[in-house]
Every structure is written in structure tokens, then in C-alpha cells.
């Protein structure tokens, strides 16, 4: 269970915190003075410190200095008035998470802590990579013995201790951030901050103040400075997923960075020296965007300082077996359940099935399935309907890039004598792009109509009109279910 420590001498504060997680599966433990504080660290070791800057005694900061030399790596939160804000600035500057305002939100304190609690995950939850036949077992492990990935795990090695740029290419789904953890917990850095950011989720002009910071007025809600990631994570290492997302304008910023280790934040003309190693990631492929010039050619050379390339789940069929064999288990326990095994001819469908989605998509699989299972055995109709009624032909190729598959139904469409072939062509592109982005957020429309650019009803609309049908699914590990496309 994770804990979170407050030190805060005000007592409506602490109870105020007790009471927000009161309801949540995190525990609080309170200390009314650094005394108590230190002491608690030591008895309790907390994954997050929700920590005063007024202190009675002495100060947040020589506080915070001390926690910093019992665990470096721990998150911790300062608690300030908004007159103490240019204190919480500075303890960011030497390592602090971040900073809340009092009065206290219920909301920006358990959404602070949540992502405070991801970071220590990240951090903390070794990254296994198996050894000669032996699986890995941990939730976060990587799990494979194929040649190729056994050529993966030896690049984690050489790369891991060296202090260069390292670009990850794969498809979604195939564990791009888990390499990125693994060559972080293997490297010369391993005791400093470990921060990732989601290129692709965060509009432009956020992911800029996300990455860099800004100053106080630099844009409309600036109401306050703001530390950035890279100047937050100096010293440490910052993972960018989806790095081929980055507009123009934020490339620019992120080359001066890596050229120069330097930058200056939003809305500010004061040059910043950091020193963070940079991990990338992309599911896309750079060297077309290149040609396409929506992505730069200088970037790209300085983010490929070396490449590691994930193979898709379809080209490493040895290895099925074993990711099945690893997460079962898994989702049997965290579900409360007592599933073995899978039946032979469930197991014949799981192993015959392309994976378009990757490791992603058969970790979903194997969920939703112990989620239905009655008994020990996972038996076929439990096994989600895309995997139950794939062909073998369409299972074990992949997927046909929908320029051809476009290109061949127009020509089919011409020579059937239809009048309609620009409707049907703007039907079936449509239908294939709802299909792709479904597939890629394991049916989360929510995620799905953000991805797209559409509101959700306007994506519901488009599931009727296109008759791709619903079902009902828990998403595990959600907040809540959530309404699922079968695709």
C-alpha cells in the first residue's frame, strides 16, 4: 500500500489530508514538526512527503535537505502560501516534485500525489531483464527470450552506462517505456529523478511550459512561475514518449537543449543550464517525417545517438507463450482469483493471433479474460471476440498499410461500375482510422476522441453510423469501467 507522509504543524492540515485519502487504498501517517518528521521517514519510509515550508522550528527547505540525504529519489511536495511561492521554487530547483497553495484543493492534492506516487513507481520498481531461460516475474518486467529480444536486452547493456541520447522505435504497445526504465535503473544516473512525459497527450503550448517551464505572466493562467521538467529532472534522466509528436516550434527547443544543455522558460530571457540525459521514444518513423519536413533533420541525428528497435509482438511468436504465462498470474492475483491455466484450445487461439496491439494488447486480453473466468481454466469463450474469431492467414501477417488497402479497394470499386466510390472510399478510411485508434487505447473512447480531436459523442455517433457495435468491458486498473468498441 503506498504511503504518504505530511509535515505540517498546522493540525487542519494534516486532518485535511488524512481525510482526502481516507477513501483511497493510500496511507497517511502525519508529523506535526520536522522532529517527527525525520523520525517517521526513518520508521515509515513513505513514497511521497507532502512537507511544509513554515515550519515552527526550522525551515521546509533544511528539512527538505535532509530528506534529500536519506532518499534522493523520493518525491516530495512542498505545502505553501502564496507568498512563500518563490521558496517552493527554489526547493524544486534542488530536487523538490512540486508545490500546492493553501487553502488546500481536494482535487490538485490527490492528482499532485498520484503523479508523485507514478514517478517513485517508476523509480523504485526494478525493470528485470531474464536471464538465459529463466522469465522474469514482476508486473514491470520485461519478459522474452527470442533472438530479438535477447539483441535487445545486450543494447540495454552497452548503452545503460553510457551518457548519450538513446532513441526507442517501435510499435504501440510493444514496451517502449519499460526499456527506457531499464536503461535509467542500469545507469550512472539511477540515483537522480526519472521523469516521463507523453509528448502526445499534452496540446502544444502545455507540452512547452511542461518541458521548459514559464515565467509568471507569460501567458493567459500564468499566474505563477513554473519549473519545468528538464530543469526539475537535472541531473536525472527525462523519458520523452512519442517524441514524433513535438510540433516544430518545440523541436527547435528541444535541439538547443541537447546541443547546449541549455534553454530558457517560457515567457523568460534567462539562459537555464541543465544537465539531463534524454531518452525518446516513437512509434512512428522519423526518417519519413524527415523527408515529409514535419520533423527535423538536425533533431533527428541528435536524438538517434543510438537506436534500440522493439520488435512487434507478431515477429516474436517464441515468445507468447512466456508473456502469457507471465501475466496470468499476474491478473489472477491482483483480481482476487484462483485462475491456473488456460485450456489447450484457448491457448491455440492465443498463440495463432497477429497481435496487432502487441504486448498491450494480449496483457488486455488476459486481463478481461480472468476477469470472466468462473473456475481455474480460461476456457475459449472467454477469450475476447477479436481473438475468437480471427482467421490464421489474417492472424500471423501484419496488417496491410492502408495506402494499399485504400489504393486496392478503389480500383475494385472502378471496375465494379459503382458511382459512389468517393463516399465508400471516405467510409472505409474513416472505418480503418476509428479501428486503429480503439485498438491502440484498448477501446477507451475517452482517450480515443482526445487522440482523434473529437468529442466523444461525436466518436459514439461515428461507431453507430459505421455499425462498429459496443460492449460492455472493465478496464483494469481504471478509476472506472468504461464503455469499450469491439474492433
Not at 355 to 376: C, D, F, H, M, Y
Amino acid at each position: 500500500m503506498p504511503t504518504v507522509l505530511a509535515i505540517d504543524d498546522d493540525r487542519g492540515v494534516r486532518y485535511f489530508i488524512q481525510e482526502t485519502f481516507k477513501a483511497s487504498d493510500v496511507q497517511v501517517s502525519a508529523a506535526m514538526s520536522a522532529e517527527e518528521g525525520l523520525a517517521a521517514l526513518e520508521r515509515d519510509h513513505p513514497d511521497v512527503v507532502l512537507l511544509d515550508v513554515m515550519l515552527p522550528t526550522t525551515s521546509g527547505l533544511e528539512v527538505f535537505e535532509q530528506i534529500r540525504k536519506f532518499d534522493a529519489k523520493l518525491p516530495v511536495i512542498f505545502i505553501t502560501a502564496s507568498g512563500d511561492s518563490e521558496t517552493a521554487i527554489e526547493a524544486m530547483k534542488g530536487g523538490a516534485y512540486d508545490y500546492l497553495y493553501k487553502p488546500l484543493d481536494v482535487f490538485k492534492v490527490r492528482q499532485c500525489v498520484a503523479k508523485a506516487l507514478e514517478m517513485r513507481r517508476l523509480m523504485n520498481v526494478p525493470v528485470i531483464m531474464p536471464t538465459g531461460s529463466d522469465s522474469a516475474t514482476g508486473p514491470d518486467n520485461l519478459v522474452g527470450c527470442s533472438p530479438q529480444m535477447l539483441e535487445v536486452y545486450k543494447a540495454i547493456g552497452r548503452v545503460a552506462p553510457q551518457d548519450v541520447t538513446v532513441l526507442i522505435c517501435g510499435e504501440s504497445g510493444t514496451g517502449k517505456e519499460l526499456i527506457a526504465r531499464a536503461i535509467y535503473q542500469h545507469s550512472q544516473r539511477a540515483r537522480a529523478p526519472f521523469l516521463a512525459v507523453n509528448c502526445a497527450a499534452i496540446h502544444e503550448t502545455l507540452l512547452e511550459s511542461e518541458l521548459f517551464g514559464h515565467e509568471k505572466g507569460s501567458f493567459t493562467g500564468a499566474d505563477q512561475r513554473r519549473i519545468g521538467k528538464f530543469e526539475h529532472c537535472s541531473g536525472g534522466t527525462l523519458f520523452l514518449d512519442e517524441v514524433g509528436d513535438m510540433s516544430l516550434m518545440v523541436q527547435s527547443k528541444l535541439l538547443r537543449i541537447l546541443q547546449e544543455q541549455k534553454f530558457e522558460r517560457v515567457g523568460g530571457n534567462t539562459s537555464i543550464e541543465i544537465d539531463t540525459r534524454v531518452l525518446a521514444a516513437t512509434n512512428r518513423d522519423l526518417a519519413e517525417m524527415v523527408a515529409e519536413g514535419t520533423f527535423r533533420e538536425d533533431l533527428f541525428y541528435r536524438l538517434n545517438g543510438f537506436t534500440i528497435e522493439l520488435p512487434p509482438l507478431r515477429k516474436r511468436q517464441g515468445d507468447v507463450q512466456l508473456l502469457i504465462e507471465h501475466f496470468l498470474p499476474i491478473c489472477s492475483r491482483k483480481m482476487g482469483k484462483d485462475v491456473r491455466t488456460i485450456a489447450p484450445d484457448a491457448l491455440d487461439l492465443l498463440l495463432s493471433y497477429g497481435w496487432p496491439g502487441n504486448v498491450r494488447e494480449l496483457q488486455s486480453v488476459i486481463k478481461q479474460a480472468v476477469l470472466q473466468t468462473t473456475g481455474p481454466v480460461v476456457l475459449p469463450e472467454f477469450l475476447t471476440k477479436s481473438v475468437r474469431f480471427h482467421t490464421e492467414s489474417e492472424a500471423t501477417k501484419p496488417s496491410k498499410p492502408l495506402a494499399d488497402e485504400l489504393g486496392s479497394f478503389i480500383e475494385s470499386r472502378i471496375a465494379s461500375g459503382s458511382n459512389q466510390v468517393y463516399a465508400e472510399s471516405l467510409e472505409l478510411m474513416e472505418r480503418n482510422l476509428l479501428r486503429r485508434i480503439l485498438t491502440l487505447t484498448d477501446g477507451n473512447q475517452s482517450k480515443a476522441s482526445k487522440i482523434l480531436g473529437i468529442t466523444r459523442a461525436s466518436l459514439r455517433h461515428k461507431l453507430r453510423a459505421l455499425h462498429i457495435s459496443m460492449e460492455h468491458t472493465v478496464n483494469i486498473g481504471e478509476d472506472e469501467p468504461d464503455e469499450a468498441a469491439r474492433v
